[in-house]
């Protein structure tokens, strides 16, 4: 959940609450599958930061410090993943920063290979399918999307390549048919973009050389917004055969990002009490909060924060007049059903990599719980209704389901996801 999306999400909020939109259909497999349905992915959720939270040293080093991820990350247990297959999820979502496997030399590199196969392999033993995402940092100041993907000619596409050449190698046996590689997370180009069709096809090149009959996962620009998968044009990708189709939905962000500290927008920062549906509250509700979470704020001045409220309180505007609920969600995934039933992709084939909303605990000032579970709900839903395979976002952290420290798991999350708690 980092790239294009998290860096233009204003005006994707404000076209999200403005327009009507229809609801998406799932994707299909490998032709000889394509009538039954049999990609194993259905149910899953993201792992992240396994492969993530790195130790990268500053400019100009362009390494990291050995081991590169941060010690103190959450990383699932194999008790965790067989509670998670017990709940009834089938998969991950396993994202890998390949920073540090690119900065490496040949020897640390084959341990961080080697430790990304025992992952994929737990989580295998646990009975979930893996769907591997190569996932660039856009915070690292090297080894980062613009760096490595932004265009054939990026000064780091040729060893990104040949690493996605590699995972897809490393891939190709383990567990045929329960294991599928993502070769990038949200594509930083334009819907439109010309440059983004050509990187994915040598992407998909590099894997295909490496692993014939290995399911590679597509998406469209504009970090696989819904508006990016229903630019793709999918014929030319048939080549590629078995492929997945991706994307993400975090719409309306007014809603599922309010607190995030990442985001760029200053709005962002002070919004909370956002309802979910819009009916639950009131704008002057919203408002009231939105004004006591910047009276709090010592870093801001007073000048930034009026120019971040006038902002705020016409954008509050907007989403409390399009009153958003589950019928927009509906509407915004007919959009991907529409562009489905154009080209004949199976809704299975067609699998919803991200979608979540921050969470009100004691590191975060979001959404207040009991909307964020009916969002939840209304998000899983409605793909599902779709007939789209979905992936939760996240396993831990401030959009998670399970406590970091703890590894209980949210009772709201799973009722919301349509899962069953599992014995502890």
Not at 280 to 308: C, F, I, N, Y
Request: charged content about 20%.
């Amino acid at each position: 959940m980092t790239g294009w999306s998290r860096r233009r999400i204003l005006g994707a909020a404000l076209a999200a609450a403005t327009t009507p939109l229809a609801a998406m259909a799932p994707p299909s497999i490998a032709p000889a599958k394509a009538a039954t349905g049999e990609w194993p992915f259905r149910r899953g959720v993201n792992a992240w930061p396994w492969f993530a939270l790195t130790r990268e040293f500053p400019a100009p080093r362009t390494d990291y410090d050995w081991p590169p991820f941060q010690s103190q990350r959450p990383v699932p247990t194999p008790a965790d993943l067989a509670r998670l297959r017990a709940s009834g999820l089938d998969f991950i979502r396993l994202p890998v920063d390949p920073g540090p496997f690119l900065a490496a030399d040949a020897g640390r590199r084959a341990d961080l290979m080697a430790m990304l196969s025992s992952a994929v392999e737990a989580a295998l033993a646990a009975d979930l399918g893996v769907i591997v995402n190569v996932q660039a940092n856009g915070a690292t100041h090297y080894w980062n999307p613009d760096r490595m993907v932004s265009s054939t000619d990026a000064p780091e596409f040729a060893r990104y390549r040949a690493f996605v050449a590699d995972v897809a190698g490393m891939l190709k046996d383990m567990a045929p048919g329960r294991v599928a590689l993502e070769p990038v997370n949200e594509p930083p180009q334009d819907c439109s973009s010309e440059a983004w069709p050509r990187v994915q096809a040598a992407l998909l090149n590099a894997a295909r050389g490496s692993a014939k009959d290995l399911p590679i996962v597509v998406t469209g620009g504009c970090g696989s917004m819904v508006r990016g998968l229903t630019a793709l044009d999918p014929a030319p990708l048939a080549d590629f055969e078995p492929i997945l189709f991706t994307f993400h939905f975090y719409e309306p962000y007014l809603f599922s990002h309010q607190g995030a500290p990442w985001m760029r927008e200053p709005i962002y920062r002070a919004l909370n009490n956002v309802p979910w549906p819009a009916s639950a509250g009131t704008l002057e509700q919203t408002l009231a909060s939105v004004r006591a979470r910047m009276a709090g704020d010592p870093e801001r001045s007073d000048e930034a924060k009026k120019a971040a409220y006038a902002e705020t309180e016409k954008m509050l505007k907007v989403y409390f007049d399009a009153q958003p609920d589950r019928g927009f969600i509906d509407g915004y995934l007919a959009q991907v059903s529409d562009w489905a039933d154009r080209n004949g992709i199976a809704p299975g084939r067609i699998v919803m990599g991200e979608f979540g909303a921050l969470r009100t605990d004691a590191h975060y000032t979001a959404a207040p719980n009991p909307d964020r579970a009916r969002y939840i709900a209304d998000v899983r839903q409605s793909a599902e209704a779709s007939g789209f395979p979905w992936a939760f976002w996240d396993l831990f952290d401030g959009m998670g389901m399970m406590d970091d420290t703890t590894r209980a798991l949210n009772p709201a999350m799973v009722e919301a996801l349509g899962l069953t708690m599992p014995p502890n």
